[in-house]
């Protein structure tokens, strides 16, 4: 029987006490140690395994780690694994910057160490659903995507806006779900709320593919909402990522005979289908990933590289909202 890998966590904030269980309940994985000079606030782990300093996590000996700590900490922690040949899994985004975040693919790369990153809505079962249809042509031709993330601001978050928070998930599963990425971006911002970062975010994207993308994110709604609506020559797949639901909404295939509304309305009503897929956890599933990928296994991660260029396309994002210009990405 093969011995359980040894498992760290640096962060155990809103989304680190979340990691803590999620790891705890992998059979194969075992937690030894947590990173926290705050300690554990929300009472996650045992006491014994909680320590102040990554040195300390590091003398306890671990194969792989899990950095759930502010985006501006990212480069430091992360090169500091890279460095000891420990396995990361960076939550999103990678870093504050591109440049931050090149640095950490390359420190990684150095050392021949696995470095992943924590962009959850990859493993959310709607959205996998929906990317593996589109892939068997289901939607046909693509024309359009549209999400949605908006909601209530949440307390956990204090070093960065909209744009590297929320937007970074829409940026990266847009992408990943149209198999294409961005070749320009024009995008609008505000700030409302009297806090240092934008918390409104409006962007419209052009992907190589010739498909528009069209993102509505914000800290501002009283409601949470997590939309994904993929519009094609057959229909419109719409992804509650919330609730991780996908429901297909069929062009009609009857002719409309009143020639005045046929022209009007262009493609008619058909069926509806909502499809009842498994909904295991997303964060089970991506820890599960990147288990597997520690042992050497074919497993679905997020590469570094794929953070970085989620990161590259958050900074365009920024800079079109910034000059009012339309920016190019290459």
Known sequence: MTAPLRAGLVGLGMMGRHHARALRELSDVELVGVVDPGGDRFGAVAPELVVAELDELLA???DLCVVATPTVTHEAIGTRLAQAGVAALIEKPLA???????????????HGVLGCVGHIERYNPALQNLRARLANGELGELYQIVTRRQGPFPVRIADVGVISDLAT???????????SAYRSLSARTANRSGRPHEDLVSAVGLLGIDV??????????????RVTIVTGERGCFIADTLMADLTFYENGSQPTQWDTIANFR????????????PK???LATELAAFAAAVRGEDADVVTLRAGLGTVRVAEAMKESARTGATVDIT
């Open 60 to 62: 306890r000996g671990i």
């Open 212 to 225: 528009v993308a069209t993102h509505l994110v914000n800290w501002l709604s009283p409601f949470k909402e």
């Open 96 to 110: 504050p910057d591109s440049a931050a975040a090149q640095r950490l693919v390359e420190v990684f790369e150095r």
């Open 169 to 179: 998930h829409d940026i990266d599963l847009t992408a990943w779900v149209t198999r």
């Open 266 to 277: 262009g493609v008619s009503e058909g069926n509806m289908t909502r499809y009842a897929i």
């Open 280 to 282: 295991p956890e997303p």
